[in-house]
């Protein structure tokens, strides 16, 4: 009986999977709508301004520095990675950064042009969202860059020069996307955010009075606060870093892993914001030039050789430079630091709250990931809730439909088996 039942659900898996993808291609053939000029300077007339008929433009992206920042004495700005250091130094100079934080209010997002007119309207509205936070008068007032693909390899030569050849091995351009968010965070400094995501706040509201506040961690008794790290001899620190988590479930059940998660509190990196030099991103980066030299270590360290023989397209880009990644490079930071016990991070004990670690904030799954379905839910409140600063509208532009990976996808959620099935196309 147990053997038929399972070939059943087996059968029904294999159903829903060919109706996932079938429905699924008319959406994903579909051309991209194209409207015009009038059309769009009417509703979305800031990104038409800032992003698509830009005259602040130059080589890599285009830019938006408010008037304010400025001084007649500026140089002219032909690339970006110039303006984005103009911006930089002079938020530092002017103190414009998120409150209780050194974090500078330089919104960076990264794109493949600036057609707007081509893009999908959701794309469209968000960062249209984001710049109306960014035009806003007074200190909450932002800096708002759009990195074009040479952009980003401006931002590579000139901020992590010997890593350049490893991006360039890279099979994946959401893997060179996945570090880019890291290093400009952590080179310009600033609020990153995928273009599918809308802020829901300005993040000059991010942070507020009880995201600081001491808290314990009910399992050990031990305090933690912006003073929780050695370095730090017990001074409160204002926030160098802002990560959310995407995933919260008991570690005791197999709930994370059914629905896709490698840890079962896991962040996200849709969204973050840093000062520049941060530990944890400099961990980060640190990791992943480990596990690439790993890699390629049967190849005698030749990148080349390594990528043309599959090795790196193999990698899960999820584990190399996606959530996984800076999960890892956070855990491992945060306990060397202040002895973190990772698990004490939920939000399912205490109504989901923020929680500072040096100068290291823990957004609750709210805050990143607000209106989640029952299903999955993790404590998600509505995007109404006032935890709620961004939402992720997960496009997912970076992945195709592939029938193993869905199957697997499937086999996790409704069977509890294939753990360890892959989620990306090999």
Excluded at 136 to 154: R, V
Excluded at 166 to 183: C, G, K, M, W
Excluded at 318 to 341: C, F, H, S, Y
Excluded at 402 to 414: A, I, N, S
Aim: hydrophobic share 40%.
């Amino acid at each position: 009986m147990a053997f038929f039942r399972r070939r059943q659900l087996i059968t029904i898996c294999l159903l829903l999977v060919f109706l996932h993808l079938w429905l699924g291609r008319p959406f994903l053939q579909a051309s991209k709508p194209k409207y015009d000029e009038a059309y769009m300077r009417q509703k979305y007339p800031l990104a038409s301004q800032h992003v698509w008929k830009n005259t602040n433009s130059g080589k890599g992206g285009v830019w938006y520095i408010p008037d304010e920042w400025r001084k007649d004495s500026d140089p002219p700005t032909t690339t970006i990675i110039e303006a984005a250091r103009l911006a930089s130094k002079r938020a530092a100079e002017l103190k414009h950064t998120i409150p209780h934080s050194t974090i500078p209010l330089i919104v960076h997002q990264t794109w493949m042009n600036t057609k707007i007119d081509e893009w999908a309207p959701d794309l469209v509205q968000g960062v249209e969202r984001w710049l109306e936070y960014a035009v806003a008068e007074g200190k909450g007032s932002m800096a708002y860059f759009l990195w074009l693909d040479d952009g980003c390899d401006q931002l590579f030569t000139d901020a992590v020069p010997n890593l350049v050849e490893t991006l360039n091995a890279l099979p994946l351009p959401v893997e060179r996307s996945d570090v880019f968010r890291v290093v400009v965070a952590n080179s310009i400094g600033g609020i990153y955010g995928d273009i599918d995501t809308h802020p829901l706040r300005s993040p000059a509201t991010w942070l507020e009075d009880r995201d600081m506040t001491p808290w314990t961690d009910p399992e050990t008794n031990k305090e933690f606060s912006p003073a929780s790290a050695q370095t730090f001899k017990s001074t409160p620190q204002p926030a160098r870093l802002l990560l959310g988590i995407e995933a919260d479930n008991d570690p005791n059940t197999d709930a994370h892993w059914r629905m896709g998660y490698f840890f079962p509190i896991q962040l996200t990196q849709w969204a973050l914001a840093a000062a520049p030099n941060h530990p944890v991103l400099n961990r980060f980066i640190a990791n992943f030039k480990t596990r690439v030299a790993e890699l390629a270590t049967p190849f005698k360290g030749n990148l080349t050789a390594t990528a043309e023989a599959g090795v790196l397209a193999r990698e899960d880009p999820l584990k190399l430079t996606g959530p996984e990644a800076i999960t890892t490079a956070t855990m491992q930071q945060l306990k060397e630091d202040a002895g973190l016990r990772w698990e004490a991070l939920t939000g399912l004990q205490d109504g989901g709250r923020s929680k500072a670690v040096g100068d290291t904030v823990i957004f609750p799954i709210t805050a990143f990931s607000p209106g989640r379905s029952s299903y999955g839910n993790m404590g998600s409140k509505p995007v109404t809730d006032k935890d709620a600063r961004l939402q992720h509208r997960a496009q997912g532009s970076w992945r195709k439909k592939d029938m193993t990976v869905e199957m697997g996808k499937l086999c996790r959620t409704v069977l509890g088996m294939c753990r360890d099935w892959s989620k990306v196309p090999q």
